[in-house]
Nanobody
Framework: VQLQASGGGSVQDGASLRLSCAASGRASNGIYKAAWFRQAPGKGREFVASIAWNGRNPYYVDSVKGRFTISRDGAKNAVDLQMNSLKPEDTAVYYC???????????WGQGTLVTVSS
């Protein structure tokens, strides 16, 4: 599976951004779940949200609940992350990942930088 993330940028506190991660390659037909993680400067990688590849069972870290929405775009074979009410503490490199089973290792895409200034 190849994952191509897009949509990062620099915004002001309270703004919105939409990240998208398109999956390609023959193995993309077997994706079971997808997720977004992030890594802030000087910190470890943090789970943000996940969703089953059929679009069910979205799950969020508490810090983004009510502000972020993860969804599937079947037409683009992609997983999106709508981020509203962004805060400076959301500043990070965001990574998308997919897995082909409930307990199989994540396959990582390249990161996309989100910078939120106050």
């Amino acid at each position: 599976v190849q994952l191509q993330a897009s949509g990062g940028g620099s915004v002001q506190d309270g703004a919105s951004l939409r990240l998208s991660c398109a999956a390609s390659g023959r193995a993309s037909n077997g994706i079971y779940k997808a997720a977004w993680f992030r890594q802030a400067p000087g910190k470890g990688r943090e789970f943000v949200a996940s969703i089953a590849w059929n679009g069910r069972n979205p799950y969020y870290v508490d810090s983004v609940k009510g502000r972020f929405t993860i969804s599937r775009d079947g037409a683009k074979n992609a997983v999106d992350l709508q981020m509203n009410s962004l805060k400076p503490e959301d500043t990070a490199v965001y990574y998308c990942a997919t897995a082909n089973g409930p307990h199989t290792p994540w396959i990582w895409g390249q990161g996309t930088l989100v910078t939120v200034s106050s």
